[in-house]
């Protein structure tokens, strides 16, 4: 069982639509970061979350942290082909050092 | 300014054999990770070294090893490479020792274990 579970898996649609994608865990963590990952590239960060009920823009991207800390998520407004990727969320655990756990990812695509 | 590099891009080992893999930091970043991507899967957590000592490490069986030398570049290691040892090792930097600190990841070396 992951850590931190990401939904959905899978996610195709159009260019131009609005699309949400998921972090959920029954842990709290000091902070939770979001990652995109092209094809043959380490994943590239997007944001860092820290404090509960925080929400941080990124141009069309919205992160939201959970009142408690243990869950997020990511909104895009009307996607691009460029946006298409894997995301992924990471967090540390409290008293984890700095050791980044990962969700599975939400693999994405846009079509023109 | 570069970013984080790795080297080899690929490799093709067979089992059984010895690999080491390369990392070279950001210039100013005194803290490496070590992760293993599965094909399908998020990166999961090796090694992590700040100030060549290690700090943290994974749920990995001891041929994983690694070490950070005075340039805070390191190397992963890998004895005995079994089939299920194929992945994106990935090595990631960062500023200071801080959770919040966010990682600059390098593309990854592709391990490919036959």
């Known amino acids: 069982t992951q850590l931190l579970e990401q939904s959905p898996q899978f996610l195709s649609i159009q260019e131009g639509e609005n699309l949400t994608v998921y972090c959920n865990s029954s842990s709290v963590f000091s902070s939770l970061q979001w990652y995109r990952q092209e094809p043959g590239e380490g994943p590239v960060l997007l944001v860092t979350?820290?404090?509960?009920?925080e929400v941080k823009k990124l141009k069309r991207l919205t992160f939201q942290f959970g009142d408690a800390r243990k869950d997020s998520s990511l909104h895009i407004t009307a996607a691009q082909t460029g946006d298409t990727g894997l995301y992924l969320c990471?967090?540390?655990?409290?008293?984890?050092?700095?050791?980044?756990?990962f969700g599975g990812g939400t693999r994405l695509m846009v079509k023109p | 300014d570069a970013g984080v590099t790795q080297s080899p891009t690929h490799l093709i080992k067979t089992r059984g054999q010895h690999v080491t893999l390369r990392c070279s930091p950001i210039?100013?970043?005194?803290?490496v990770s070590w992760y293993q991507q599965v094909l399908g899967q998020g990166p999961q957590f090796i090694f992590q070294?700040?100030?060549?000592?290690?700090?943290g490490r994974g749920n990995f069986p001891d041929r994983f090893s690694a070490r950070q030398f005075p340039n805070y570049s390191s190397e992963l290691n890998v004895n005995a490479l079994l089939l299920g040892d194929s992945a994106l090792y990935l090595c990631a930097s960062k500023l200071g020792y801080r959770p919040n600190y966010g990682y600059t990841f390098g593309s990854g070396t592709r391990l490919t274990v036959v």
């Open positions: 070294y700040y100030e060549k000592e290690e700090r």
């Open positions: 979350v820290v404090t509960g009920g």
């Open positions: 210039s100013g970043h005194k803290s």
């Open positions: 990471a967090a540390n655990k409290n008293n984890a050092g700095n050791m980044l756990t």
